[in-house]
């Protein structure tokens, strides 16, 4: 959160209410994305970065959660708010899920050196 | 947060405007400004130490500087979840040169994304109820009462006019609200989300806003390809889904089309008799005439109303192949001139066909939409109309961009020269 504390700037900003806001930010899951850009900066140790599975497998659960959830809200009333708010949560997190997903794929420093460099040796691929 | 403005026509990819590219260290209170010319030559700098200075080097350049100087040039782009606006994001701000990525160093669930000309922020990030907020009051994000349309405004309004501020995250993880981040104003501010053009006094600060119209058969589709290996999921959760949220949408999200200037259609195939698997897809460009910097995209001869069928003796293509309608339309009470393509590409000689048959679509040389389409090719549509027109619609922006920072620019170097 580097660039939100200790900013000095002289000119007027318009600010958030951030009373509002709780303060959990940094309890967030961490993604892949962040740390394998921090290892990034290191360079020679890049490759040998687990793959983060806990975040997406986070989401996922909270996907079939939501789903469950949404089945029980609706069944009383069909068509109350309750129901559309339940399935509305559940279109938010099956987005999240589909980005985390798109993150975990673009993050992957082999598939992103390939991208580049695809008749380099390690990146050849072989049909049989 | 100084913005200096140099005034000399520039364009989207400039080596100076030390105030976008410098997104990380520009918290000091002094800076040391560099300008450079497009030669690399250096000519002029000055130690800033509030946020109005004027500079003039030995060429007798006038640079100003001042917060009110540089106008950042806003866009909305208006689709529901799940419609494709991440996909026509990356599309847009790789026409704009560089790839944009997350804010370095801030909230790893941000949904902000900056590159070096543009910044990319979600309206969600507007909400007035998070998750829990619109459980306990049934009510879903579409609903403008789960947003805070004044923020969103003010918040707006204050980067447009070159102002840096302190914007909300919503996590979509936790569906909390998050502590906020810094916006500084960049070159071109994009704005996605649900309600871009719901407001009016948000829509009237945009310079240009795209709606992303996809059809119940596609949308379905789409839900389908993207939730179906999901846990939890099945056809019917995925089906019960969209008709929840319908009434919603089609109270809140779907009526901001009729203020949009161009309008992305996507409808199932008329090639395919009965095809409803919705792979292979007929997409409408809707273009609205009259719009200050921006002149429609037009198929053989502006104006007229053709149908064609690029594939024959010329041109092979494969199954069920291709075909182009263009023509004046109707749209919401507004003129509008409205290109469709039915069909895909499956080989390349199709799509730079077809693009040296289009004219006014704004590239810098033949063959960029193709190229643009290419580089991306791993993106979802790069084979149809979906990425085809995203891309022509980048094109067309970067035309805005740069129009209107030439009119901006005149005023003031012609008071220069007197």
């Known amino acids: ?128 | 947060m100084a913005v200096c403005t140099v005034y000399t026509t520039q364009s989207l990819n400039s080596t100076f405007s030390s105030s976008i590219k410098s997104h990380l260290g520009f918290h000091q209170k002094n800076q040391q400004l560099v300008f450079l010319s497009s030669n690399g030559k250096k000519w002029g700098s000055s130690n800033k130490k509030d946020g109005h200075n004027t500079v003039t080097n030995n060429n007798s350049y006038l640079i100003t500087c001042s917060a009110a100087d540089q106008q950042t040039v806003v866009i909305g782009l208006a689709a529901d979840s799940g419609c494709g606006k991440s996909t026509f994001m990356r599309r847009l701000t790789s026409v704009f040169g560089g790839a944009a990525e997350p804010p370095r160093g801030g909230n790893p669930d941000s949904n902000t994304l900056i590159s070096d000309t543009t910044t990319v922020i979600c309206l969600d990030d507007y909400h007035s109820l998070d998750r829990t907020g619109r459980k306990e009051k049934g009510v879903t994000a579409l609903d403008p009462r789960a947003n805070d349309f004044d923020l969103m405004y003010e918040q707006v309004k204050a980067i447009k006019s070159g102002v840096t501020v302190d914007k909300p995250i919503y996590n979509h993880v936790t569906g909390l609200l998050d502590p906020p981040e810094l916006i500084k104003p960049p070159k071109i501010l994009v704005i996605e989300g649900l309600h871009p053009m719901y407001d009016s006094r948000v829509r009237d600060l945009l310079d240009f806003s795209i709606y992303l119209d996809i059809s119940n058969e596609v949308k379905f589709a789409w839900k389908i390809q993207r939730d179906m290996a999901e846990r939890g999921h099945s056809l019917e959760s995925i089906k019960a889904s969209i008709e929840a949220r319908k009434p919603d949408f089609d109270a809140y999200i779907d009526p901001q089309k009729q203020y949009a200037d161009a309008v992305i259609e996507v409808l199932p195939t008329k090639l395919i008799p009965d095809d409803n698997e919705g792979k292979v897809l007929r997409v409408r460009l809707i273009m609205k005439e009259g719009v200050e910097f921006f002149n429609p995209v037009y198929l053989f001869d502006e104006g007229s109303t053709i149908s064609w069928i690029p594939c024959g003796r010329k041109l092979t293509c494969s199954y069920p192949g291709i075909k182009f309608s263009y023509g004046p339309e109707t749209y919401y009470g507004h003129e509008v001139s409205v290109l469709e393509m039915d069909g895909q590409f499956d080989r390349l000689d199709e799509l730079i066909y077809v693009e040296s048959h289009l004219s006014n679509l704004s590239t810098k040389f033949y063959g960029e939409v193709t190229q643009q389409m290419l580089k991306h090719s791993d993106f979802p549509g790069s084979n149809n109309g979906t990425g085809f027109f995203q891309t022509i619609v980048g094109l067309k922006i970067r035309d805005l961009y740069e129009q209107i920072s030439a009119s901006r620019a005149k005023a003031p170097v012609e008071v220069a020269k007197a």
């Open chain 1, 1 to 128: 959160m580097a660039t939100i504390s200790g900013v000095n700037l002289s000119s007027p900003r318009i600010m958030a209410k951030a009373a509002k806001t709780p303060k959990v930010q940094l309890l967030n899951v961490g993604w892949l994305r962040c740390s394998w850009k921090q290892s990034a900066q290191l360079g020679a140790i890049r490759l040998r970065v687990p793959p983060v599975h806990a975040a997406p497998d986070k989401i996922s659960d909270k996907v079939e959660e939501s789903i469950k959830n949404a089945e029980e809200a609706c069944a009383g009333d069909p068509v109350s708010g309750e129901c559309a708010a339940a399935w509305d949560e559940v279109e938010e997190l099956s987005a999240a899920a589909s980005h985390a997903r798109d993150r975990k794929k673009e993050s992957d420093p082999l598939e992103s050196y390939c991208k580049d460099n695809p008749e380099t040796e390690e990146c050849r691929t072989y049909d049989n």
